[in-house]
């Protein structure tokens, strides 16, 4: 049975993530964000890296399988996008005895738009052994649905497209969940992508501990959230509760989103928009707050 959009607001659902967005009705998601288990199998990671065990799923599917479910899951959350909705979808390059799995191997299966790879260098400590250099980065791919056949979509503000294609920050180790990602990294996504609107529903179809729901919250939006972990929407559903002791973080990803003139003010005035130039001064010309680290809080 379809659910009706005002039971969808501000939810939680307890629920297996594909079985439940089947129930959800098409062309009701603004924007949605979300990193999903990573079929990662368990297995001992080490002294430096600790085990992802979950504390109501097994993340030990056969790999086929396990891709496809999520081209399933994908598809599914296709459907209940609106046209000119995006998806963030935060994942990771695999190795198994040697075989290497890429997440574009099951995304390009998918109906939808890869837009962009964004590398999420997590800034971790590195290993002194292994088969290959140490792996510190994670990806975040910008899925969209097109108007149109329009794959391009509209143009970012410029306080948001110079937050580059390179995102710095290390990963939350203050969480209940086994795989939590940072809370500034929601909110860059939903700053950029929701950019002057005051309404919208943001999406987290995997939100173990809460962290898109809390910077949905934080930052004016209705959330919608899935997880097969009773546990973690427990504690996402008490963490929203004391959402403004997070503001902090809200406030300084916001800092990061200023910027003096914008590429259409610089060009009208005919100064420097960036092209090359032999003047010693083009840095300087650009007038764009670099974007700093911050300590990262929450998924």
Known sequence: MKLKVKQLKNRLL???????????????????????????????????????VYS?????????????????????????????GSFFYNHKIRWVDGEMFHPMDWLRKTDWTVKQEIIWDRIIAGNIRGWRFWQVDERIYWLYKPVNDNKKGKELASK???????????PENNNPHPAPFPLWLPVRIIISLMDNKKRGLIFDPYIGSGTTAVAAKLLGFDYLG????????????????????????????????????????????GRNVGKYSNSSNTMNDLEMEPVSLFPSTTK
């Open 14 to 52: 307890h629920g297996d993530t594909l079985e439940v967005l089947r129930t959800i009705p098409s062309r009701v998601i603004d924007v949605g964000v979300t990193s999903p288990p990573y079929n990662k199998q368990e297995k001992n990671k080490g002294w430096l890296v600790k085990n992802v």
């Open 56 to 84: 109501e799923y097994r993340d030990q599917l056969p790999e086929a399988s396990y891709q496809a479910n999520q081209v399933d899951v994908l598809n599914e959350i296709y459907r209940v996008t609106k046209e000119g």
């Open 160 to 170: 948001d497209a110079k937050m580059t294609s390179i995102w710095r920050s290390v």
């Open 226 to 269: 899935i997880d097969i972990g009773e546990e973690y929407l427990n504690f996402a559903a008490e963490r929203l509760k004391n959402a403004e002791d997070e503001l902090k973080t809200i406030e300084k990803e916001q800092e990061l989103h200023r910027i003096s003139e914008t590429f259409k003010m610089r060009k009208k005035s």
